[in-house]
């Protein structure tokens, strides 16, 4: 069974910086792409940034890209969002995931992460 945790957000007003961490444990994850969602009151959840198994591409959304990067720790299973710049428009809860094939990369539709953890949650103030 699938087991995912995001731990690290909190309250920053804008241009600040935050540093999210996803611990995954229950499966293989070391050989998967892991991504980052998420979620803003009254949205739909977006995917983020992606990381392939070996840390060799890194995926972005056009919001994001430029200010958050995505990195990986396989032999301590876990993913990492480091987030600079922040706007009040990143406010959402902030969650990890997996694709529940091993074979999903990057860039393939965000709908192949179906395994999802606990999320932490990020509010930026202007």
């Known amino acids: 069974q699938v087991q995912l945790a995001a731990s690290g957000g909190g309250s920053v007003q804008a241009g600040g910086s935050l540093r999210l961490s996803c611990t995954m444990s229950?499966?293989?994850?070391?050989?998967?792409?892991m991504a980052w969602f998420r979620q803003a009151p009254g949205k739909e959840r977006e995917g983020v940034a992606c990381i392939n198994p070996e840390k060799t591409i890194r995926s972005y959304a056009p919001s994001v890209k430029g200010r958050f990067t995505i990195s990986r720790d396989n032999v301590k299973n876990s993913i990492a969002l480091e987030m600079s710049d922040l706007k009040p428009e990143d406010t959402a809860m902030y969650f990890c995931a997996a694709p529940r094939r091993p074979s999903v990369v990057c860039g393939d539709s965000w709908s192949n992460f179906g395994d999802w953890g606990q999320g932490t949650q990020v509010t930026v103030s202007i």
């Open positions: 229950g499966n293989t994850y070391s050989s998967r792409s």
